[in-house]
């Protein structure tokens, strides 16, 4: 029978067994297996088939109104059998039960149709499409300004009309999951010392270091804010800025649009690899 509970710490090894054979043993999931068993809100989720763990998933609170579901995994020996379902369909229904306005959405392969199907039968909606963008980072001139804390509601009202703000609902990319790019986050991030002005308040940027999947000399760009007129000039300036701060590469998860990366390619910057990705969403309240 087909069970349901929060994961534990004695979950560890049935989870690394299951994540072993996930893209070549190269899965993250181990990797932040004790931060989410950490984590005070949300739930780290083990499903249980006749007493043994045989997949998990995460629901992830991200911002005030914004959750997250991540991670579903399921053991090679059982898939087949409903059980990427019944965790979606559990965590749908724990989100839903907190009551809380707000949305929960999620991140998924264009070509993985059943995931695509089990979100189209759940409710949730496509709302944009992303891919990648990459390039080397290049020593030289660069026009970026770190903002200051009196900068903070100029940034925001600059972010609020870039064309990428509706391009992405108002979400903002923190590592293969979108959450509301609000006044707080904004503030965290300048205290952080990751956001900048580009010029005399020509842009905005947000960045931070590479994710598990990219590594540390890796500039992550979390939302540029900048017309499109001025976006290659930008990203070509973007480089330099990583060179400034020791990094290696620039990524950026970008919108699905053919002419974002045409506008892109004359800055240097390329598609790694063909994947586009589904941003689902459902809401209540």
Same mark, same amino acid.
């Given at each position: ?7 534990? /710490? ?12 996930? !893209? ?34 995460? /629901? ?7 959750? !997250? ?17 019944? /965790? ?32 189209? @039968? ?20 660069? @026009? ?9 509601? @100029?940034?925001?009202?600059?972010? /609020? ?90 990524? !950026?998860?970008?919108?699905? @649009? ?28």
């Amino acid at each position: 029978m087909l069970s349901f509970r929060p994961a534990a /710490l004695a979950d560890r090894p049935a989870v690394v067994e299951i994540c072993s054979r996930i !893209w070549d043993g190269d899965d993250y999931v181990p990797a932040v297996f004790d931060d989410w068993l950490a984590q005070p809100e949300g739930q780290f989720t083990a499903a249980e088939l006749d007493g043994k763990v045989v997949g998990v998933a995460k /629901l992830t609170r991200l911002g005030r109104q914004d959750y !997250w579901l991540e991670g579903i995994r399921v053991h090679a020996d059982f898939r087949g059998r409903g059980l990427a379902a019944g /965790l979606h369909d559990y965590h749908l229904d724990l989100w839903r039960r907190r009551g809380r306005p707000g949305a929960l959405r999620l991140l998924t392969l264009t070509d993985n149709q059943a995931i695509v199907k089990l979100c189209e @039968r759940t409710g949730f909606a496509s709302i944009f499409q992303v891919t990648f963008a990459v390039a080397e980072a290049q020593a030289g001139a660069q @026009r970026f300004t770190p903002l200051t804390s009196e900068d903070g509601d @100029r940034a925001f009202e600059y972010i /609020l009309r870039a064309p990428l703000y509706a391009d992405t609902r108002g979400l903002c990319d923190i590592s293969w999951r979108f959450r509301s790019l609000t006044r707080g986050f904004l503030a965290e991030r300048i205290g952080a010392g990751a956001a900048y002005r580009w010029g005399g308040w020509e842009g905005v940027l947000l960045v931070a270091d590479g994710a598990w999947e990219a590594g540390p000399a890796t500039l992550v760009v979390q939302f540029p804010a900048v017309g499109a007129e001025r976006r290659p000039a930008f990203f070509a300036d973007l480089r330099g800025l990583a060179a400034a701060l020791g990094k290696s590469k620039v990524s !950026w998860m970008l919108p699905h @649009r053919p002419e974002l990366l045409a506008e892109l390619a004359p800055a240097g910057y390329s598609q790694p690899w063909p994947e586009v990705f589904h941003c689902f969403e459902i809401r209540q309240g």
